[in-house]
């Protein structure tokens, strides 16, 4: 019996033996290139790697959890850190600025049609005064604008009636990429009043702009047709441009008058300097006329000062990106590449016409937070009247 019981023993011992050099090589990790197996295991079971032999194993569960918060991640999260961070504040900002445009371009209609009411600048039985954000177009297909909410919109401002027979028709338009105060009528009759007394030039619209270069006289009126051509080259594009009616003469004494083209549109454009420095300034802008593009063709091409993010109209035969002055990239802390994201800093800052059945009505637009970091940075100040000058 007692060899019997010593069998038995020693059976338990090889047995527990086992089971422990067992769990010692499943807790070990796959051994270093460097190290052979005997080395790497006395590594492990030195002092030093006694904290990894303890280390409890991640359950089956923590790991489900684990991987659910990976998917759960957002895309947009995943490329930042893929990609290098902007190098600058003002890269940041357009990034920013870009990701928040495409975001109202795709964003349900009730949700800007919310934002428009909250930011609403005037509105009375007749007219409403909306204050249009930087990359919304009025009018869209494919894309969420401004018109396409109109009847959401419209039922917010009558507080949310079930049935509402009031309407809000575009007046005067807004370029996409220009931002502030668009103007809209709430019946045809009124949009018939406005177009009549836009004709009339019985309507003042000022807008502020950011321009590369100072103008020179600093306050004028700049008097040229515009007609719109075709740009030949590896990619033929159409813009608008100039078709004056006088040109210099041959020997260069004088100027000389020329026919009119039979499609050039008349174009008249007062301006005045509010502010300028470091190469560039605040220019004020009231267009006399109703000509597509004007004032960006007549600041980039009749006094050669484009507006900073205009794009199209910086060089004629070609489409790029602008090119910047060193000391103005470097005022703005952009790089020279990085400046086709900068935004048309093209805003409407004023609207006065007179009033249908009330008082006339006079409306200026806070500027948005892209314009007026721009300002700061290049040290331009602006007026700070009611009327702003």
Not at 65 to 91: L, N, Y
Not at 99 to 109: E, I, K, M, S
Not at 205 to 221: A, C, D, F, H, N
Not at 280 to 296: I, N
Request: aromatic residues 4%; charged residues 25%; positive net charge.
């Amino acid at each position: 019996m007692s060899c019997c019981k010593a069998a038995a023993v020693l059976g338990d011992q090889m047995l527990l033996s086992l089971v422990k050099s067992r769990t010692i090589c499943r807790r070990l990790p796959a051994a270093a290139p460097g190290l052979s197996r005997g080395q790497h295991t006395a590594a492990q079971l030195s002092p030093g790697g006694s904290e990894t032999a303890d280390k409890p194993r991640l359950k089956a569960i923590d790991l489900a959890r684990k991987i659910r918060q990976e998917k759960a991640k957002p895309r947009s999260e995943s490329r930042t850190q893929e990609t290098d961070p902007p190098v600058s504040g003002s890269q940041q900002r357009v990034a920013e600025l870009k990701r928040f445009t495409a975001q109202l371009q795709h964003v349900h209609p009730n949700v800007l049609a919310k934002h428009l009411h909250r930011t609403a600048l005037y509105r009375d039985e007749d007219v409403v005064v909306l204050n249009k954000p930087y990359g919304v177009p009025v009018r869209e297909s494919g894309v969420t604008s401004v018109a396409s909410v109109l009847p959401v919109l419209c039922k917010m401002l009558d507080g949310l009636k079930t049935k509402t027979d009031t309407k809000l028709l575009p007046s005067l338009g807004l370029e996409k990429d220009s931002s502030g105060a668009l103007l809209l009528a709430r019946s045809e009759a009124v949009l018939e009043h406005i177009l009549s007394l836009s004709r009339n030039n019985q309507v003042e619209r000022k807008y502020w702009v950011i321009t590369v270069g100072v103008p020179v006289p600093s306050e004028g009126v700049i008097d040229i047709p515009i007609i719109e051509r075709e740009v030949t080259g590896p990619t033929p594009h159409f813009k608008m441009t100039l078709s004056p009616l006088f040109r210099m003469n041959e020997a260069g004494d004088g100027v000389s008058k020329v026919r009119s083209h039979r499609q050039a549109h008349a174009a008249a454009t007062k301006y005045r300097v509010l502010d300028s420095g470091y190469g560039c300034s605040l220019v004020e802008l009231q267009p006399l006329t109703a000509v597509k593009h004007q004032m960006r063709v007549h600041m980039a091409y009749a006094l050669a000062c484009p507006i900073l993010g205009d794009h199209k109209y910086s060089h004629w035969n070609k489409l790029a990106p602008q090119k910047l002055p060193e000391r103005v990239l470097k005022k703005l802390g952009m790089e020279q590449s990085k400046s086709r994201y900068l935004p048309l800093h093209l805003h409407a800052r004023r609207l006065e016409l007179p009033g249908r059945s009330q008082s006339d009505v006079a409306v200026s637009c806070p500027m948005p937070k892209y314009f007026i970091k721009t300002l700061n940075r290049l040290q331009l100040m602006f007026p700070e009247d009611k009327n702003d000058g």
